[in-house]
C-alpha cells in the first residue's frame, strides 16, 4: 500500500517534469522574436525574472491538475 503511494507519487513529479519542460518549449516556438537562452547568456535580468513567472504559473497550473 505505501509502496504504491510513493509509487504515484514519483509517477506524478515525473509527469510534472515532463510537462513543465513541453510547456516551455511551446512558449518559446509561440515567442520567436524573443531569444530567452541568448538573453539570459547576456545576463538580462528581466527576461529571468519573466521566465521564473512563467515557471511557476505553470507549475501551479500543473500541480493543481494532478492532485
Do not use: C, H, Q, R
Amino acid at each position: 500500500m505505501e509502496w504504491t503511494i510513493i509509487g504515484l507519487n514519483v509517477l506524478y513529479a515525473v509527469i510534472g517534469v515532463i510537462l513543465m519542460f513541453l510547456s516551455y518549449k511551446i512558449f518559446d516556438l509561440l515567442s520567436p522574436e524573443i531569444n530567452f537562452e541568448v538573453e539570459l547568456k547576456k545576463g538580462n535580468i528581466a527576461v529571468a525574472i519573466f521566465i521564473a513567472a512563467i515557471f511557476i504559473a505553470i507549475a501551479l497550473i500543473i500541480g493543481g491538475s494532478l492532485n
